[in-house]
């Protein structure tokens, strides 16, 4: 199906605002999404598996008398639908309560103009070239070693595009592109099965490299297959992305939310210009980051993207505020108003959080621990405290780091501590910079972490 | 409805050949509400409806899904599905084949008692409303307070090419309610989730301002807990984390594919893996439970599935592909969260069995270790490592409740920690959930008390 051109969803989200205002609305904002995904499914070993999935439609938040409504519909070519979406929201909003706290919609700003966030080649891609894609990488992880079983996996690409529209006079339109491929693979031998190692590829340009996901997902899975137990003490850890970004996701995310910290559930509130965290920690959301995974021009409520150092050398700086959480503290929006599609409000959310690389390579972290872990995976990361900070997780699996060398593989080791102690305990920050989902971080280094073996 | 479906699924089996075609088309109303202390943040409404179009070409999977029920758009995204699945079979090393399953024709009417589409939006709200006073109200210590609240009516029609034809409601009300206390510097969360298919009448069952305190009282209790030191021990879990790890330790394991996916339950079907005292069920016959429904996504009929009786792995959940596979019977465990999303083997309500001993007994049992209430958060991976998240814990001392313990957590290997279950309670106990699987489902778990020889226990002292 062809994609929705911008004039068409500028002018669906600007018509529904006037309406909306028409209709008895003193704010209103439209909000319009259009996905087209295309994905071809690994599953138990083999390509089995296809699907192509189109989602547009269309979310519109509507103030009367302070107080807010909120409706969405898929069926946006039909102007009924759309019409009756907005009496919705407006009914919602006659049926709610009126916010003293809220002080109006955000209004325009120009907004940058983004690099590598759309390439012609992903929207374009035959599902042929995809099959192909995920062929290459099923067989470079089957070449590795016989014991690997790649469970799950695939390649998938997808268009997305999105226009706002308010009555404070935003009128915005963005289109991108993402291409993700990845591998979930174990190792069987005997009765013995290794945890789920995933490694995976992901770019807003065609770039991908299948043979080295297919390779190094099925490399861990290899050595995850002979383990050792290791000792409950405290401990040096190299926490890789994958590990800094569950654990980060549930706690610090939450720390470093304006709306979090108004609400008395951050213990960085009173703290900006204080030390938080190590001095070779800087952490910064960047929304416009060159080829992001979270750049876009604006955010869930038309408000430009921006760079925000929320971390610099261990010092707080700034939380990461939307509209709303701004204007109560007298200030601009920082562009973090996330957002699920249409589907819902906008609600506090990082763009790309970047922890700011540091200059050891992995080879050179590796080779300076005397005696420490190495872990890839989290398992309950969700789990943890998201007020105090507090967790109690499982690697699974960590690996063992002995004199510079990793050993062996350790299976049901338990981590447990704080994450505000965690940033506190920063020793080192690496080189190798990657992309993850919200994170883009190198791997980093922490002193002193609980650890309970078996 | 119907014929629109059976006409695009004909176009599948005609046209391109498939060997197997379905349809399911959704409309569905939503209501949502978010209230922090005591604003609200949002009422809104939401209207979907879309179809999703699943077809098995030459071994191989197509689905496409869109939100329309224009018939050329859907004629249109049937052609590409069958299209995809053509191309990818041609790398297949084993055809996907379906295990047989009763044609149906049936319509499925939900019949709330009180239907959530009947009670205002300004009923909801003054709910809502007094869940978060009662919170804040129970201790000046109360910092926030967050109800979300969710309700979705909807239909399903499903038609495949076997000649199955489903019309079936769908109703969910949901809710969550979480709350956070500080006090000197110590932070602690708490949090209860309600959820329900009968009706609006799950409210009757606790009232706003009970629900209101007692997440607010523990968060307050919490205050006073202190961290624990981490290491092997024995404890005794409520129903409340019971039912997690019956979830995440056994249950995923049991989800036919994850079996495939080399699980460590495949080799072990009719073997005596764990205690005597272990019988687990995945039940989605549990009317008004989260996780009920009567057809699944595949139009199969729902079921009580037996998974480990007295210790010996009896069974795994099962879609129409998996339980080809394994020369068994389909389950009813194929479940879609929407129409944007295929069906995937899922939970329903999955529990174990309550047997004789009291809570003393069970207490008696471990002497000294930890009694877990109840959990925030669980996981499990493909080698029977599980993992249960502690909102609510105690020490045990000398057989007795002792001291509050603060977000620890319990982990261990399923196959290890089913054998070292020493006693299972009489009483019995469901919670609603959530479960994350690439989609969401709805589910249920619970069961009775228990104790347990031995689990890791993670504490950050």
């Known amino acids: 199906m062809a994609v929705l051109k911008k004039d068409v969803m500028v002018n669906l989200a600007e018509k529904a605002v006037s309406q909306a205002l028409k209709k008895g609305a003193s704010e209103a904002e439209a909000y319009v999404y259009e996905g087209q995904a295309t994905n071809i499914g690994i599953e138990l070993g083999q390509i089995s598996k296809t699907n192509r999935i189109i989602d547009r439609g269309l979310g519109i938040r509507v103030v009367t008398e302070k107080a807010m409504g909120f409706a969405y519909t898929n069926v946006i ?72 079983f790649p469970i799950e996996g695939g390649i998938g690409c997808a268009y997305i595009s999105n226009a706002v529209a308010n009555s404070n006079g935003i009128s915005g339109f963005d289109k991108g592109t993402v291409v993700e491929c990845s591998i979930a693979a174990v190792a069987k031998e005997g009765n013995s099965v290794t945890p789920v190692c995933f490694e995976f590829n992901a770019s ?28 409950t003490k405290s401990t040096t850890l190299i926490l890789t992305q994958f590990a800094l970004q569950d654990l980060f996701a549930y706690t610090l995310v939450n720390a470093v939310r304006a709306d979090s910290v108004q609400r008395n559930q951050s213990a960085f509130k009173g703290k900006i210009g204080e030390k938080v965290a190590s001095e070779k920690l800087t952490v910064c959301d960047d929304g416009l980051f060159a080829g992001g995974l979270r750049t876009w021009a604006f955010d869930g409520e038309g408000v430009p993207h921006q760079k925000t150092t929320v971390i610099e050398k261990g010092v ?6 939307d509209n709303y959480s701004a204007k109560i503290e007298g200030k601009e929006s920082t562009g973090n108003a996330g957002r699920a599609g249409y589907l819902s409000t906008p609600s506090i959310d990082t763009t790309n959080f970047h922890i700011l690389p540091g200059n050891k390579t992995a080879d050179e972290m590796l080779s300076e621990i005397d005696d420490g872990l190495i872990v890839y995976y989290l398992q309950g990361a969700h789990s943890s405290n998201p007020v105090s900070g507090e967790f109690s997780v499982v690697a699974t699996p960590a690996w063992k780091i002995k004199k510079g060398e990793i050993t062996h593989c350790s299976r049901g080791v338990m981590l447990a501590g704080n994450i505000f102690e965690v940033l506190k305990n920063v020793s080192l920050v690496g080189s190798n910079e990657r992309q993850m989902g919200q994170l883009i971080s190198p791997w980093v280094q922490v002193e002193n972490v609980r650890v309970i073996g078996k | 409805m119907k014929d629109l479906l059976t006409k695009i699924n004909n176009i599948a089996t005609q046209k ?3 060997q197997y075609s379905e349809a399911r088309a959704q409309k569905i109303d939503k209501t949502m509400l978010t209230i922090k202390e005591e604003r609200v943040e949002a009422a809104k409404q939401g209207i979907e409806s879309g179809v999703a179009l699943r077809v098995l070409v030459n071994g191989g999977w197509g689905f496409a899904s869109v939100g329309s029920l224009d018939a050329a758009i859907l004629e249109s995204a049937i052609s590409d599905a069958c299209r995809m699945a053509k191309m990818a079979s041609s790398h297949l090393k084993t055809p996907i084949k379906l295990a047989e399953a009763k044609v149906v024709t049936d319509c499925v009417r939900s019949k709330p008692r009180k239907n959530p589409a009947e009670i205002q939006m300004e009923d909801k709200i003054k709910t809502a409303m007094t869940v978060n006073k009662a919170g804040l109200g129970y201790d000046k210590r109360i910092k926030s307070f967050t109800m979300d609240y969710m309700d979705l009516m909807g239909t399903s029609y499903f038609v495949n090419s076997d000649g199955s034809s489903i019309e079936q409601d769908k109703l969910y009300v949901w809710s969550r309610i979480s709350g956070s206390a500080l006090n000197e510097g110590v932070f602690t969360f708490s949090r209860e989730e309600l959820g329900s298919t009968a009706g609006y009448e799950v409210f009757d069952e606790q009232t706003p301002e009970d629900l209101g305190e007692k997440v607010a009282k523990r968060a307050i209790e919490q205050l006073g807990a202190k961290s624990l030191k981490g290491g092997t021990f024995p404890v005794v879990l409520g129903p409340n984390v019971v039912g997690v790890f019956v979830h995440e330790a056994f249950g995923h394991l049991a989800e036919a594919d994850l079996a495939l996916s080399g699980g460590v339950l495949a080799g072990n079907l009719g073997k005596k893996i764990g205690s005597d005292l272990v019988t687990f069920y995945d039940d989605g016959t549990i009317e008004g439970s989260f996780g009920a429904f009567k057809y699944d996504d595949e139009g199969v009929q729902t079921q009580k599935t037996l998974l480990i009786k007295d210790g010996v792995v009896a069974g795994l959940m099962h879609n129409r592909e998996t339980a080809q596979k394994f020369n068994a019977k389909p389950t009813g465990n194929a479940r879609a969260e929407d129409f944007r999303v295929e069906p995937i083997i899922r939970m329903r309500c999955t529990y174990m069995e309550p047997r004789d001993c009291s809570f003393e007994e069970l207490m008696e049992n471990v002497k000294q270790g930890f009694y877990f209430k109840s959990f925030r958060g669980g996981q499990a991976n493909l080698d029977g490592t599980f993992q249960v998240g502690i909102q609510e814990g105690y020490e045990i001392v000398n057989g007795e409740v002792g001291a509050p313990v603060r977000d620890a957590s319990i982990s261990g290997n399923t196959l290890e920690t089913l054998n070292k ?41």
């Open chain 1, 204 to 231: 807003r340009s065609y770039e991908v490299d299948p043979v080295w996901v297919g390779k190094e997902a099925a490399k861990l899975a290899v050595s995850a297959l002979k383990t050792k137990s290791v000792e």
């Open chain 1, 77 to 148: 070519d039909d102007p009924i639908a759309v019409d009756s979406v907005i009496s919705k929201a407006l009914s919602a909003a006659k049926a709610s309560k009126p916010d003293p706290d809220w002080k109006g919609l955000p209004g325009s700003k120009p907004y940058a103009s983004l690099e590598k966030t759309f390439d012609y080649k992903i929207a374009e891609l035959e599902s042929e070239e995809l099959v192909k894609v995920a062929a290459i990488m099923l067989d470079a992880a089957g070449q590795v070693d016989k014991r690997v």
């Open chain 1, 316 to 321: 707080l700086r700034s939380f990461l505020y």
């Open chain 2, 16 to 18: 391109f050949g498939a």
């Open chain 2, 421 to 461: 279950v020493d006693g299972v309670g009489k009483d019995f106990l469901l919670d609603p959930g959530r479960c994350g699987k690439g989609q969401i489902a709805f589910v249920c778990d619970g069961g009775p008390h228990i104790s347990i020889k031995e689990v890791v226990v993670g504490g950050s002292a």
